[in-house]
């Protein structure tokens, strides 16, 4: 893979805040977040559910309720300024540029038009080829992702799908454009095992013939191991810990990250209790003026209580947003 810094990145995040007005609460989902992605590169983005991973996705094609939404910070994505997008420049980057498998398909399908009809419809819209064409290739697709009987399947309704079907119709459309990023929030919870690496591994083959990035949220670290080239921990709207997939698998830094490693099952921890990270994530509309994460940390002392860490540059390739580095075990 390329290194970030010899070509120029697909994805700039800077100093990311996205907050949301609900009642008399504001609920601060993304709080200060910086990324870069170059092409055929992998993200993954790792934590628990609340911590604002669906949020920061759907910010990079701006598809978070405009009236109730706040965001600062930079955004650019495939070279346009997302949040100073047209309203034309959105639509020509949303399923073209850039496509996103949602976590749940049934919501993201209309339920009144056909799959087959929904597939070559994105098809036509973005390549402008022919609706005869766009139903060819959205046919193939379905066969590319798995789908039995896919001719069949083209004319059935999303409500006539299983759960699994359903999923693996989304992977086909949201690839057929061919698309220079691609943003999967959970896209293989609703599989089988087998079907999930057959995915992954289709996902893997398919970027590296388009050149097409990937940012990948995901509860299993097992997933992330298998399709990640960077992996980032997530807590509270923060990246708490990056790096490289191999390092962090081998060596969490984070007392957060490496309760998530502590916390699962694998093969050679047969018959070994796993230990949960005690407490539960903080409210985000009332966030600690400290580390977020020093309610539920062992390590914690009393300066984790004054002041938010800062994410810090380590020479090994990875960052920590820690106080106490080096100091945990």
């Not at 930079?74 to 976590?103: P, T």
């Not at 289709?202 to 298998?226: K, N, P, S, Y």
């Not at 962090?248 to 230990?275: C, E, Q, S, W």
Request: charge should be neutral; proline fraction near 7%.
């Amino acid at each position: 893979m390329v290194a970030p810094a010899e070509i120029p990145p697909l994805v700039q995040v800077r100093d990311l805040h996205v907050s949301f007005r609900t009642g008399d609460r504001i609920i601060r989902a993304v709080n200060g977040v910086d990324f870069d992605l170059v092409p055929r590169e992998t993200l993954c983005i790792l934590g628990e559910s609340g911590s604002g991973k669906s949020v920061l996705l759907r910010s990079l094609m701006r598809l978070n309720p405009p009236r109730r939404t706040t965001v600062s910070g930079s955004l650019q994505v495939c070279g346009l300024d997302v949040e100073h997008a047209s309203d034309n420049e959105l639509s020509d980057l949303r399923g073209g540029a850039v496509s996103m498998i949602f976590q749940e398909p049934l919501t993201a399908f209309d339920p009144v038009f056909t799959i087959g009809r929904q597939i070559s419809e994105t098809i036509v819209r973005h390549d402008r080829v022919s609706w005869s064409e766009a139903s060819r290739r959205a046919l193939d697709l379905l066969e590319l992702v798995q789908i039995p009987s896919a001719k069949q399947r083209l004319s059935m309704y999303p409500g006539e799908l299983s759960g699994g079907l359903r999923q693996r119709a989304m992977i086909a459309m949201a690839l057929s454009c061919r698309p220079q990023l691609l943003l999967a929030d959970e896209p293989t919870t609703a599989l089988d095992a087998t079907v999930q690496i057959q995915v992954l591994v289709l996902l893997r083959r398919l970027q590296q013939e388009l050149g097409m990035a990937m940012i990948f949220v995901t509860h299993d670290i097992g997933v992330a191991t298998e399709i990640a080239d960077r992996v980032a921990v997530m807590y509270a709207g923060r990246f708490v810990e990056e790096g490289p997939i191999g390092a962090f698998v081998a060596a969490p830094m984070h007392p957060y990250a490496t309760g998530l490693l502590a916390a699962t099952v694998n093969a050679a921890a047969r018959d070994i209790r796993l230990k949960a990270i005690p407490g539960a994530p903080p409210d985000p509309s009332r966030l600690p003026p400290g580390c977020a994460f020093e309610p539920r940390c062992e390590f914690a002392i009393d300066a984790c209580k004054t002041g938010v860490p800062e994410l810090r540059n380590l020479a090994s390739g990875r960052s920590i947003r820690c106080i106490r580095v080096g100091a945990a075990p």
